[in-house]
């Protein structure tokens, strides 16, 4: 293993940046990037990158292993995920495995509110097994992307059973780029006869538009989700998302990569009409570079902070009486990572310092995937 | 695999200024005559001194801890006991040229008496602190000016409500610099009950207030030939009223003086120094009324004389051309004194011999600093073990445009 290293240093050539979530994660996300993980809001993308297939790695996320526990709406990863994409003629398609999208963050959040766990036999089923195809072309000057997203299964059990589906299109054209995704189906249910619980989706959408001028990029998005949970014909959580996002990133070229910084207003509503409807906006302030520290080695980190503007306000359902306004809380956020090449192949990973600040042998990566550029 | 693709990177990777970050400092034991990205923060003029760099602090998000970059001189209570002021925090920020002018903005960087003392007395700390800097020249004159900010009030139970403001100026001649730090206000309100870690004594109550009073940093340093003479002065302060155990009322104030010389050798990717300064240092509670046990509590807590005579010698050098190590040690010599509480005697300063090591990884514009697990920096004690579980700490990357 240290040979091969060794040697990958000395010969291997320089390849694309194009990456996996941790690399975006340790850009914290900053919307002027593309990446194999954009393909997910934007296909379009696709037609930026050559052939790769990609590999993230961690323990499978499946209906029944999570147990995410009720305080949290989000599981924890990493979660073993892969696809790829190939060319043909001028178009690009790519197939995708194990990627979970709005569906199974709006069951979550049901779950959330109603105070269960899910991954087990007492809530909704997440996404499982899920696919995703995407188709991309160009016609004249414009790029454009198409995606599927797919996940349906029966247990046959008191787990229940489970359908999500989705599209998405997008375009770049010039200095403009524009996506939407859109929900098709989203239904979960668990438990039986008369303990059945049923989840179903609402009519979701994420419109995104974005126009580079020069250094900067200017972004804005619309967003809307959200289900109900009925047991035996009780509503035990009716949910309704919305989120509006503005902002501005400006990039500057450095050698061999790209330095940004930008901010964004973000007013977001996460209402269950069976619980509390919380509001907040936020104003946070992101930085980050990514470059070249060797020719087999890209580094690259972030910080973010909510600066200046931010308030969230939480109103429980009537009777109760609507809670203060409140700054948020202190939230200035390191993340840092690496990208190591080996030839086509580039292992990138988060450096688990960004949250420690030590490395040594029980603390040095995380998040780790494998990309193969053909 | 670390040690591979640090083998690998020696033959790769190319020289590049070790400016880098707290870990530095730290390493080096925060030497007045050590310029760094951090030294932004006393004489926002320095910016000069360096390249443009965008900085990363890896750590926790925190609200109540400062940095190891603290100096250790900055004394703001002797009663700590048990209580860890120190933590690698998330922060960071960047300085840009435009033109002969530079511009800098900084996130999570918070002041080192006002973490401690609100953390001693259990209010809440700053949360999320912006800093805007700006600097220009004239000749020989450069001239920096900085702006700190922070506000939050999270209106639930049990949290408080602060605020925390302040300005630097600074300036740098050929072989001078001169710096004036003020503060413009700091509040906080009500009790946290997730921050009252306090080993002194429950301040914060939900109707407890901290106000600072006049805060203020003043410092210079000049060159004679390799000999760096400085000084500073600093005080501070604030007012707690509590409604703890009756309605009590303190006033802290506390000054330090401190001035040194250092003398320095450098050549060719070196830089050893050696030196001692001469610190006075009086912590003062006011004006305290309330009733008893607490107020002895509180007097003896935020009460202390000290002197110093601390001796450091330091050295940094590249170790190879994709590495440089620094290491450094502490340790007061001959005279010190301290009169913890009110009523005691003055006795001489407690064995504090201090060794910090630190190595930073330069790869292409990019350093990845930090600290040596095995040599002692503020708040750890060091362990002389290097293994996989005690090799480095409060990492930091910094890119160098």
Redesign the interface.
């Known amino acids: 293993?240290?040979k091969l290293?060794?040697l990958?240093?000395?010969t291997l050539a320089s390849t694309s940046a194009f990456a996996t979530k941790a690399r975006l994660s340790s850009l914290s996300g900053s919307r002027q990037l593309t990446d194999v993980q954009t393909i997910f809001v934007n296909p379009a993308d696709l037609n930026l990158m050559g052939t790769w297939a990609t590999f993230e790695t961690g323990a499978t996320n499946n209906a029944t292993g999570g147990n995410t526990p009720a305080t949290t709406s989000e599981k924890a990863g990493p979660f073993a995920e892969a696809g790829f994409a190939r060319t043909m003629g001028d178009a690009r398609w790519g197939f995708y495995v194990g990627h979970t999208g709005v569906a199974t963050a709006t069951r979550l959040q049901a779950a959330k509110s109603a105070g269960v766990n899910i991954g087990n036999t007492t809530s909704f089923p997440i996404e499982a097994n899920p696919l995703n195809l995407f188709y991309a072309s160009k016609t004249g000057d414009i790029s454009w992307g198409l995606g599927l997203n797919y996940s349906n299964n029966d247990y046959k059990t008191a787990t229940g059973k489970q359908s999500a589906m989705g599209l998405t299109g997008g375009m770049r054209m010039g200095a403009v780029d524009a996506s939407l995704g859109l929900g098709l189906t989203d239904t979960a249910q668990f438990g039986t006869n008369a303990g059945e619980t049923k989840w179903t989706g609402k009519s979701s959408a994420d419109l995104r538009g974005g126009y580079a001028m020069d250094a900067w990029y200017f972004f804005g998005q619309y967003a809307m989700g959200g289900g109900k949970a009925e047991n035996g014909g009780n509503t035990q959580a009716d949910i309704e998302n919305s989120n509006i996002n503005v902002g501005f990133v400006n990039s500057t070229k450095?050698?061999?990569g790209e330095?940004f910084?930008g901010a964004s207003y973000a007013m977001e509503t996460k209402n269950d009409k069976k619980a509390d409807k919380v509001e907040t906006t936020n104003l946070p302030?992101v930085?980050g570079?990514e470059?070249?520290?060797?020719?087999?080695?890209v580094?690259r980190?972030?910080?973010t902070?909510?600066?200046?503007l931010?308030s969230t306000k939480t109103t429980p359902q009537p009777p109760a009486t609507a809670?203060?306004?409140?700054?948020?809380?202190?939230?200035?956020?390191?993340a840092?990572g690496a990208g190591?090449k080996f030839n086509k192949f580039t292992l990138d990973a988060s450096?688990a310092?960004?949250?420690?600040?030590?490395?040594?042998?029980?603390d040095?990566l995380t998040n780790a995937g494998l990309t193969y550029n053909f | 695999m670390l040690k591979s693709l640090i083998t690998a990177s020696a033959v790769l990777v190319m020289a590049a200024p070790v400016y880098a970050s707290k870990a530095r400092m730290a390493s080096l034991q925060n030497a007045a005559s050590v310029t760094d990205t951090y030294s932004i923060f006393d004489n926002p003029a320095k910016s000069y001194l360096m390249g443009d760099f965008a900085t990363l602090e890896m750590g926790a998000t925190t609200t109540s801890k400062t940095g190891v970059n603290t100096p250790e001189n900055v004394i703001t209570n002797g009663n700590v006991a048990g209580i860890t002021l120190y933590s690698p925090d998330a922060e960071g920020g960047f300085v840009k040229s435009y033109g002969d002018s530079k511009i800098g903005f900084y996130m999570g960087k918070r002041s080192a008496f006002t973490a401690r003392m609100r953390d001693l007395a259990g209010f809440a700390g700053q949360e999320n602190p912006i800093e805007v800097m700006y600097a220009f020249q004239a000749a020989d004159l450069k001239m920096g000016a900085s702006l700190n900010y922070s506000k939050s009030e999270p209106k639930a139970a049990n949290r408080q409500k602060q605020d925390a403001m302040g300005l630097r100026f600074g300036a740098i001649g050929t072989n001078w610099d001169a710096s004036f730090v003020m503060g413009l206000g700091s509040n906080a309100t009500g009790k946290d009950g997730s921050t009252v870690t306090t080993g002194v004594n429950t301040l914060a109550d939900k109707d407890a207030t901290y106000k600072g009073t006049t805060g203020f940093k003043l410092a210079g340093g000049y060159w004679f030939d390799k000999l760096y003479v400085f000084a500073n002065y600093y005080q501070d302060g604030a007012k707690l009223e509590s409604t703890v155990n009756g309605n009590m009322k303190v006033e802290i104030a506390q000054s330090q003086y401190e001035v040194g010389v250092l003398d320095t050798m450098k050549a060719d990717g070196m830089n050893f120094f050696y030196g001692v300064s001469y610190i006075g240092f009086t912590s003062k509670a006011k004006d305290v009324a309330g009733p008893a046990p607490a107020v002895p509590v509180i007097e003896n807590a935020f009460t202390q004389e000290q002197t110093q005579l601390p001796f450091i010698m330091g050295v940094e050098a590249d170790a190879t051309s994709w590495m440089t190590l620094r290491a450094s040690v502490k340790q007061n010599v001959i005279l010190g004194s301290t009169k913890p509480n009110t009523g005691d005697s003055t006795t001489n300063i407690d064995n504090n011999t201090t060794v910090a090591l630190g190595a930073g990884m330069k790869f292409n514009k990019f350093t990845l600093d930090s600290t040596l697990a095995a040599g002692s920096v503020p708040g750890t004690a060091g362990s002389g073990a290097i293994d996989a579980n005690n090799l480095m700490a409060n990492a930091s990357l910094t890119y160098m445009f």
């Not at chain 1, 470059?291 to 080695?297: E, G, H, N, Q």
């Open positions: 293993m240290k290293l060794v990958a240093a000395v450095v050698d061999g330095f910084w302030f930085m570079i470059a070249d520290a060797a020719s087999w080695l580094l980190g972030s910080i902070q909510t600066v200046l931010s809670g203060d306004t409140a700054t948020w809380d202190n939230n200035t956020k390191v840092a190591i450096l310092a960004q949250t420690s600040g030590n490395i040594n042998g029980t040095l």
